[in-house]
């Protein structure tokens, strides 16, 4: 696994979260529905950079979703960090689990109308989807041209985000971090909380009570079966981490 100019060591993953989007701020169910950062956000996101750059841990090759928040977000990071010419993949396979009929829908509300039970179930069980969204409705995505040709799921559970995203992260993540690249990931609560799952082992019962902050990188050392040197890796300003896990986790309420 070695010849490329960067040696024979495995590379190091870092992921991002995007910075808080408009309906994180209004306390939405966001999913595939493409929504900006707000300006919360975006200053979550170049402080993500001031972290990757005062870490000296510089990507030398971005992988990122198709949609803005997770785009937006690594181009504001590595802006800041002085990387922002370095080559970049985007896939839909990094996308946000589709929230199904949810995506558009107060979390609040939610939580309210259907119950505790129904509500977490929905949000963080691993494999019970919430139902499907109407094709054709407001938040839907089925005549968005960006999936043209992907037949594209019109709900998703975490157990589905692992399935659609282990394909990407083989064929393109991983032969990254074999030529010994620091990569870094930009996408989503979700689609981060799947590759966590797999990458730490983490059973389908302790993946629900995991949740991921916005704008704050987290840092992965590789062995070479890429399985992780630090599990859980390590967030790069870890106070900060815990306290914005805990409001994530407290969404709703
Ligand atoms: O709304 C969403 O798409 C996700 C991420 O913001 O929410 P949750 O944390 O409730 O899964």
């Not at 589709?98 to 939580?111: D, I, R």
């Not at 119950?115 to 409705?137: A, C, H, K, N, V």
């Not at 840092?219 to 399985?227: G, N, T």
Request: with cysteine; charged share 25%.
């Amino acid at each position: 696994m070695s010849g490329s100019m960067y040696g024979s060591s495995v590379g190091t993953l870092v992921l991002l979260r995007h910075g808080e989007s408009v309906w994180n701020a209004e306390n939405l169910f966001t999913g595939w529905v493409d929504v900006p950062l707000s300006e919360k956000g975006e200053k979550e996101a170049r402080r993500g950079g001031e972290l990757l750059r005062e870490a000296g841990l510089l990507p030398d090759v971005v992988h990122t979703s198709v949609l803005r928040r997770a785009i937006a977000t690594a181009n504001l990071a590595l802006d800041v960090a002085d990387r922002h010419w370095i080559p970049v993949r985007r896939d839909w396979r990094l996308n946000e689990r589709h929230y199904g009929a949810l995506q558009g829908k107060n979390k609040k509300q939610t939580l309210a109308e259907f119950g505790e039970d129904q509500f977490m179930q929905w949000r963080r069980s691993y494999d019970t989807p919430p139902p499907e969204i109407e094709l054709g409705s407001e938040f839907s995505q089925d005549a968005d041209p960006r999936y043209a040709g992907i037949d594209s799921p019109r709900t998703e559970c975490l157990k589905d985000v692992v399935a659609r995203m282990l394909p990407y992260w083989e064929s393109s993540v991983v032969p990254d971090l074999r030529s010994g690249r620091t990569v870094l990931l930009a996408a989503h609560g979700n689609s981060l909380r799947a590759l966590v799952k797999y990458l730490d082992k983490v059973s389908e019962e302790a993946i629900a009570g995991l949740n991921i902050p916005t704008g704050i990188p987290l840092r992965y050392d590789l062995s070479e079966q890429l399985e992780p040197l630090n599990p859980g890796g390590t967030y790069l300003d870890p106070e900060e981490a815990e306290k914005a896990a805990a409001a994530v986790a407290n969404q709703g309420r």
